[in-house]
């Protein structure tokens, strides 16, 4: 009987206990807490958009110098390598053989100045008889044709003098640009003929780079420009150069050349930069990457990378209602920025988007917000550029 009794009496505490677990059991009906999530609030603002291509950096000029007039190659008056500067003497050719040909050109120029002396004084003399009847009109008229014939000869005369100086110049051979000199092609003391490739020089300062963006790109940016949704002109890129090593190049520089027609086998278009290179670290064939910049986007709105989703229907993102509950809100995205993307068309500013924790984000379902940031469209992170490129969309996650 007093273990009848026992029970009797720790029936109602079982009781209660059993409803009390009930109660706080994952099945007894309560509802999980919403999941907590970062979420932004879209502000448009004006955001720079900056295009990047990989680029081949080419010499602004490349000099043949060749020999004008052949003989006898003296000396070679530069380093193999080095720079020099425009009007720099580089080869010296025998003179000797033209400096004879000056001095007969000069003898002939005193001969033929000689003769037309004499003629004309015996014009002269032709002319006064010729006035005084003592002489006829044929004789007068030969005498001014000896004269005319003389003038003609000390033209003449005075022309070979003129080429013979200037071949005797040729045998001094000078750079005709200022910049970096190959290999000599030919030795010391070699016969060389009228036209021989001596050295080569290149010219690094300024330089350029060669890229080629895609022709719809292209006609994107000048349409962006004209219709006024992007601000900026062609004349207002700025053009920097990027290392491979991922070092930027300290100066910057612009483009000078768009060509006129497109590539029939890659769709692009050949454009080209100029940059000063005052100390030759950009070197031709060297393989590099340009950003282009200089064009705004007004009133942009952009969101985080993470923030986009993928599902059946297309792209996606969770955007909050008053009350915190997430809804599916399709998007269409455009460049990508760094780590944002611009966003052209199913958000506006005032709206709030999941960032971080989109994968716990249930249609329909409230949400926590916690740690929620208002970030301008044009933001990026600290000693980040936004960098325009192709954007797909990340595939996260799908719709549920």
């Known amino acids: 009987m007093p273990s009848s009794r026992a029970l009797l009496l720790a029936l109602p505490l079982l009781a209660s206990s059993g409803w009390a677990f009930a109660q ?15 979420v932004e609030t879209v502000t448009p603002s004006t955001v720079p958009v900056t295009y990047e291509y990989p680029a081949r950096v080419a010499a602004s000029r490349l000099v043949e110098i060749r020999a004008q007039v052949g003989g006898i190659l003296l000396e070679r008056s530069f380093n193999e390598g080095a720079r020099v500067n425009e009007g720099d003497t580089l080869f010296r050719i025998d003179p000797k053989p033209y400096q004879a040909e000056v001095a007969l050109a000069e003898a002939q120029v005193t001969q033929a100045r000689a003769q037309q002396s004499q003629a004309q004084r ?6 006064s008889l010729a006035r005084t009847g003592a002489t006829s009109t044929a004789t007068l008229d030969d005498a001014r044709s000896q004269r005319e014939l003389a003038d003609a000869a000390v033209a003449q005369a005075e022309a070979r003098l003129q080429t013979a100086q200037l071949s005797l110049g040729y045998t001094t051979v000078t750079a005709s640009a200022g910049g970096i000199t190959s290999l000599e092609q030919v030795p010391e003391g070699s016969l060389i003929q009228q036209g021989a490739l001596l050295t080569q020089i290149t010219q690094l300062d ?5 890229f080629s963006p895609a022709d719809t790109e292209a006609q994107s940016i000048r349409q962006q420009i004209e219709s006024g949704t992007a601000e900026g002109s062609l004349e207002d890129l700025k053009v ?15 483009i000078d050349f768009l060509s006129s027609s497109i590539d029939t086998q890659t769709g692009t278009i050949l454009s080209r930069a100029v940059l000063p290179n005052p100390d030759s670290r950009l070197l ?16 942009a709105v952009t969101i985080p990378t993470a923030a986009l989703m993928q599902g059946p229907q297309g792209t996606f993102v969770y955007a909050l209602d008053a009350q915190n509950v997430a809804a599916v809100r399709p998007v269409t995205v455009g460049r990508e920025l760094g780590d944002r993307l611009l966003v052209s068309n199913g958000l506006q500013g005032g709206d709030r988007v999941v960032t971080v924790g989109v994968i716990k984000v249930r249609p329909g379902s409230p949400v926590q917000p916690t740690g929620a940031v208002e970030t301008p469209a044009g933001s990026s992170p600290a000693g980040q550029v936004p960098q325009a490129s192709a954007a797909p969309a990340s595939s996260v996650a799908e719709a549920q």
Request: net charge negative; proline share 14%; no cysteine.
């Open 240 to 254: 920097s150069v990027r290392f491979g090593n991922g070092e930027t190049y300290a100066q910057t520089g612009s």
């Open 122 to 127: 015996t014009e002269e003399r032709a002319q």
């Open 284 to 299: 031709p064939g060297q393989f590099v990457r340009v950003e282009v910049e200089g064009l705004k986007v007004p009133n």
């Open 24 to 38: 706080g059991a994952p099945g007894g009906g309560a509802a999980p807490p919403p999941p907590a999530v970062t």
């Open 206 to 210: 300024p330089i350029y780079v060669n």
